[in-house]
């Protein structure tokens, strides 16, 4: 592992590697963010780093995490998002004890992973994402700035969380759902924008595949949503609604 970037990073106390942590020879080390600031990087014992992986300054990396190959791991944000353009200042990232990212998995810098959770192959995470313990996400996946998912969470494949939304604990969010936090569809225009309106979906709901959650829908704990439906409105703790638009036993009396 012992190339000549990582000796000297390691040299000038930047990196920090415990017995019995494994990178593989071919990751890839960017201590600077786009600033030119220099962050450390923590990695902690049992942690198998893959090849090809990209490892920024500023993460730290608890026990027995799994960094899958070609991985990207606090990746600074540059750019237009969220209302607001990136200028690619570094931030902290910390990925628990046990967190596994698959293959490809994107992980931008503010990012925080509870422990035990795993990443899909090919996952995008923006910056400041937080994620609860025990969750699961699923392959392909793209989860926006500022999202909160809980403890407990099956996320599954293809699916699209809006920035600033809520996913409470031990919720399921089914294949191919998507997530909109903006009621009319203003992009780049500062005359005419309105506030986010994120979705929620509280503890323990149920949002099944292809399911269409719209700007500011508070799906309610316990609740179960059918597949393919479009929620336009919240529904209620512990019901169950399908349909287009949702509504209980699908509107029907």
Known sequence: MATPQWADAIERGLVQIAPGAVVHPTAVLI???RTGQERPL???????????????GGTVL??????GHGAVVGEPETGYAL??????HGADTVLGDGVVLRVGAIVYAGVRI??????????????????????QLGHLMTVERETRIG????CSPLTHLTAQMHIGDDAFIGARVGTINDKHLIWRDPDHEEPLRPPRVEAGAKVGTGV?????????AGALVGAGSVVTRDVAPGTTVFGNPARENGGRS
Do not use: P
């Not at 923590?42 to 920024?56: C, E, K, L």
């Not at 509870?114 to 969750?135: E, K, N, P």
């Not at 403890?151 to 099956?154: E, P």
């Open 83 to 88: 209302r607001a353009h990136h200028d690619g």
């Open 31 to 33: 201590l600077a963010d």
């Open 212 to 220: 269409v959650l719209l700007a500011g829908v508070v799906v309610g």
């Open 62 to 67: 608890g026990e027995d995490v799994e960094i």
């Open 42 to 56: 923590v990695i902690s014992a049992g942690t198998r780093i893959g090849a090809f992986a990209v490892m920024h």
């Open 151 to 154: 403890d407990r969470v099956r």
């Open 114 to 135: 509870g422990a035990r959770t795993t990443v899909g192959h090919h996952t995008l995470l923006r910056t400041g994402v937080r994620i609860g313990a025990d969750s």
